[in-house]
C-alpha cells in the first residue's frame, strides 16, 4: 500500500506512523512524499523519525548505535532518518534526557531557518522573472513558494517554541536562537503581498511604476528577512 502525504512536522509524523503501525500497516519506504507500506501485527513495530548530519545518508557510526540498539533505518530522505524497533524489545526513545532533546531541536531549527530564508530568496527572484517574462511564466511559482514560505516559517517558529518550553523546564532563560520572539516580520509579509500584487497587476500600469513596486517590495522583504531571522542570541547557538 502506497500512500501520498506531505508532512514537514516530525513529531506530528512520527504520530502517525505509529498510529499505521498500531492498525496493522509498517512503512517500509518512503520518497518524495510517497509512504509505502506492509501488513504487520498490529503494534509490531515502534516508529521514530530523526535528523542526520548529512543529505540522504548517515553515518557509519550512527547506523552501527542504531544496530546495536536493534533499531532498523527504514528510509533516509534528505536530513530525515525514519526509524523502527520491535515493540517486543521493548521501549523505543531517541533522546532520554532534555538536554539531548535541546539539542535536537536546535539541529531541526537550523534546517527551517535556513530553508525558509532560501526559499524567500528563490521568491524574490521568480517574482523578478515573472514581472520581466510576463505573469503566465512565473505566478505559480510565486504561489507556490509563498506557500512554501508560510508553512516552513511556521515550523521554523513552532520548533522555537517547543525549545522554549524545554528551557522553562529546566529554569532556565529561553533563547530564540535567531529567530524573532513576535514571529515573522510583517515588513516581510507586506513586502511579499506588495511582491504578489505588482506582479497580478502588472499589466495596468507602466513599467516605471512597476519597477518602483518591486523595488519597495524587495527592500521590505529584505528588511523583514533580517528582522525575522536575526537576532544576538544566535551568536551563541
Known sequence: M???????DKDKETVWL???AEKGFAMTG???????????????????VDI??????ASEDYRQFMAEMGVEIVALWGLWVILRKKTSEGPFVLYTDVETTIEHYKKIRKVFKTVTVVEILLFMVEAYY????????????????????????RQAFRTNE????????????????????????????????????ALLLSNFYG????????????????VGLWQTFWSQDDRAD
Open 2 to 8: 502506497t500512500i501520498f502525504k506531505l508532512m514537514v
Open 18 to 20: 505509529n498510529e499505521m
Open 30 to 48: 518512503f520518497c518524495a512524499g510517497f509512504y509505502s507500506f506492509d501488513p504487520c501485527e498490529p503494534g509490531e513495530y515502534i516508529y521514530q
Open 52 to 57: 542526520t548530519d548529512g543529505m540522504f545518508k
Open 130 to 153: 515573472a514581472l520581466e517574462e510576463g505573469v503566465e511564466m512565473g505566478i505559480w511559482g510565486v504561489l507556490v513558494l509563498g506557500v512554501m514560505i508560510c508553512v516552513l516559517a
Open 162 to 197: 517547543i525549545i522554549a518550553e524545554l528551557y522553562e523546564r529546566q529554569g532556565r532563560v529561553p533563547e530564540c536562537g535567531g529567530l524573532r520572539r513576535g514571529g515573522i516580520s510583517k515588513l516581510l509579509v507586506v513586502g511579499m503581498i506588495l511582491n504578489g500584487g
Open 207 to 222: 513599467q516605471m511604476v512597476r519597477m518602483l513596486l518591486q523595488v519597495l517590495a524587495f527592500i521590505l522583504m529584505l
